[in-house]
């Protein structure tokens, strides 16, 4: 795990190796254990490198590297799992290391058999910048689910490319301009939606997906990713050629792939841990690591003090029965309150996803421990475990019986109490209640249900669902957004509801907001972040499988139950989902209140000439008065409003 920053410029001057030293510098979090370069004046390329010294801790591990045959060199940020076996693939045909670093396998694999060719048979997560010095190409590549960022541009002659926007920032030539169109998609999902960047001009690259640039290249122009991996072409075929056995075979399967992802990301020469909720993704990770291993696992958890927001509890319990070697860090309120001022450095675009506060604040403890950890992110998308999957279905199936007015009322109905008053209501029921009614917090759920129960077919209901601003382009000004269609691709006419869920949240809700926000919570205290679950070969075979495998019977993750019923007992992870978050509506009325009212003053807003005043604070009015609870589109205002002082109004 690295940072890498670049310059491809058409009018090679004097002060880019400077600039390549300042963008570099901005990733030192990314790679603390050394920094390097590489020039080429003459040909107005230039590579820099901060490196998280993971495997092959020696100097023979330092980039950016060359290969043997001094045609590539290479500018790398993050892991290929599978090098060992391609290291001897190609030591097979010839090919000798002088290391064991992984990059070095890479590079010989590029001189062996070409990007497109190498990129098919990498198993990891990556993003890389990568010079052919024979051709005169500059190619970009990321991994196929999007684990590792990579951001590029033009600024005047000079092509741009970091794994951070602020890398690309500090070079001389940045002028960025707020592209007003990407704050509304901000605004909708609480993440700005690649391919764009919240600047005009500037893009991510997509997963899956590589781009090149020669001397061809125009100056301005940005060449159209290939793709050479996608959830759409997985799924297609998944379904072309679906897993043909029974349930048993299936977990079989499943156990058996997961232990090698898992194996493989084990790899490291340094210390190695993994996060545990207690929840079935993270616990089922950890099982299989910890039958893996002939020591006792490392395992993290954050626990608060809040009722219904603390996993430590569970985590614990699950770590006894394996054996971990377990911590919780109970955190007041206060200690989570105060990493707020920090979060538009470490998120140097705007990002609302609240759980980014449990996220760093478990990433901070793990990297006091180890170097690397591994994370059940992914398990939620790929296997069925978000509520919408379970029940989107049913909900849609139901509702759609009944005339318009008729479920306008009943929105009507059940947004009427606020979500404090049905959780109140939810309480006393307790155990009296069946277990699929048994939810955490379950007045925002209900909420959100009233909201969906007028949507013009399943497509819209789940684009209500994913929503946080349902029109963003009426508190943007001047923003022409009204949708992004593009990014949520219309059904296949026999695709089930919940299976459109599952597939579009892989495509978006992963890559834009889970990735973004587990990459940057660990890159900012130098932790390696890994994920088993997104082994591409994990999700093409979850792609294949039925989907009464992963949803049905009242549960969602079938299939995953049944392998860590293999390692764990039922009862220990059987809870209602409880995700990964803070109070953040609470701490809004007392707490944090003079800090958003002060950033969301009107004289503020209408100065800044981004958001539409009245809007936003109706919205204020209305979470003060309890009436309803609106903690969610706040907080993308307060992230966005934040991310302004940070970036632009102290520069």
């Not at 390549?20 to 390097?36: F, I, Q, Y």
């Not at 039958?291 to 009722?307: D, I, M, N, W």
Request: charged fraction near 25%; charge should be neutral; proline fraction near 6%.
């Amino acid at each position: 795990m690295c940072g890498l920053a670049g310059i491809l410029t058409r009018s090679p001057g004097p002060d880019d190796g400077a600039g390549l030293e300042r963008m570099t510098a901005t990733l030192a979090h990314r790679g603390p254990d050394g920094s390097g370069s590489w020039h080429d004046a003459e040909a107005g390329i230039h590579l820099g490198h901060r490196r998280l010294a993971i495997i092959d801790l020696t100097d023979e591990g330092r980039q950016p590297m060359v290969s043997a045959s001094g045609r590539y060199v290479i500018a790398f940020n993050g892991e290929i799992y599978n090098h060992p076996e391609l290291g001897e693939e190609l030591a097979d045909l010839g090919h000798a290391f002088r290391g064991t670093s992984d990059t070095e396998v890479l590079l010989a694999a590029l001189d062996q058999w070409g990007l497109v060719a190498t990129l098919a048979c990498c198993v990891g997560m990556f993003a890389f910048a990568l010079w052919d010095r024979r051709e005169h190409i500059l190619a970009l590549a990321r991994d196929r689910l999007g684990e590792k960022p990579l951001y590029y541009g033009w600024m005047g002659d000079s092509f741009l490319f970091g794994s951070e926007l602020k890398a690309l920032q500090a070079h001389p030539a940045w002028r960025g301009e707020i592209d007003r169109d990407a704050l509304a998609g901000f605004m909708r999902y609480s993440a700005v939606p690649a391919p764009a960047s919240i600047y005009r001009g500037v893009r991510r690259l997509l997963p899956g997906s590589y781009l090149t640039l020669d001397d061809r290249t125009a100056r301005g122009a940005l060449p159209e990713p290939e793709i050479y991996w996608s959830v759409g072409g997985a799924t297609a075929a998944g379904r072309a050629a679906p897993f043909a056995g029974g349930e048993d075979e299936a977990a079989e399967k499943l156990d058996g792939l997961l232990r090698q992802s898992i194996r493989g990301q084990m790899l490291a020469d340094v210390p190695i841990g993994s996060f545990l909720s207690g929840g079935i993704d993270s616990s089922a990770i950890t099982a299989i690591m910890q039958s893996l291993s002939p020591r006792p696992v490392k395992t993290f958890c954050v626990g608060y003090q809040e009722a219904g927001y603390d996993e430590s509890a569970s985590a614990t319990a699950v770590a006894r029965h394996l054996g971990t070697e377990h911590l919780n860090l109970m955190v007041t309120p206060q200690e989570a309150r105060e990493v707020i001022p920090d979060l538009p450095r470490i998120w140097d675009e705007p990002f609302a996803d609240s759980s980014q506060i449990p996220t760093y604040l478990v990433s901070r403890l793990t990297r006091s421990h180890v170097t690397v950890g591994l994370t059940g992110d992914g398990g939620d998308e790929v296997f069925g475990g978000y509520n919408r999957h379970l029940w989107g279905r049913r909900i849609w199936r139901r509702a759609s019986r009944y005339p318009l007015p008729l479920r306008r009322a009943a929105a009507a109905a059940l947004g009427g109490p606020s979500p404090r008053a049905w959780n109140l209501l939810f309480g006393a029921g307790g155990a009296a209640l069946p277990q699929a009614m048994r939810q955490r917090l379950p007045g925002e759920k209900i909420h959100k249900l009233a909201g969906v129960l007028d949507a013009d077919g399943y497509q819209d209901m789940y684009q209500r669902l994913i929503a946080t601003w349902r029109h963003p382009a009426e508190v943007v000004i001047g923003s022409r957004f009204a949708d992004l269609p593009s990014i949520i691709p219309p059904a296949d006419h026999d695709m089930d509801i919940a299976e459109y869920m599952m597939v579009n949240d892989m495509r978006t809700y992963l890559a834009n907001d889970i990735l973004v926000k587990l990459d940057r919570a660990g890159m900012a205290v130098s932790l390696e972040t890994r994920a088993p679950y997104l082994d591409h070969r994990v999700v093409e075979f979850a792609l294949s499988l039925p989907l009464s495998m992963k949803i049905g019977e009242g549960v969602g993750k079938r299939i995953l139950r049944q392998v860590l019923n293999r390692y764990v007992p039922h009862d220990l992870v059987d809870r209602p989902k409880m995700g990964f978050s803070v109070p953040i509506g609470d701490w809004l009325r007392g707490p944090l209140r003079p800090w958003a009212e002060d950033l969301l003053s009107e004289s503020r807003l209408r100065a800044d000439g981004f958001l539409e005043p009245g809007p936003v604070r109706a919205l204020w009015r209305e979470h003060q008065s309890r009436r309803k609870d609106r903690h969610h589109c706040l907080w993308n205002v307060l992230m966005f409003q934040s991310w302004l002082d940070h970036w632009h109004r102290k520069a």
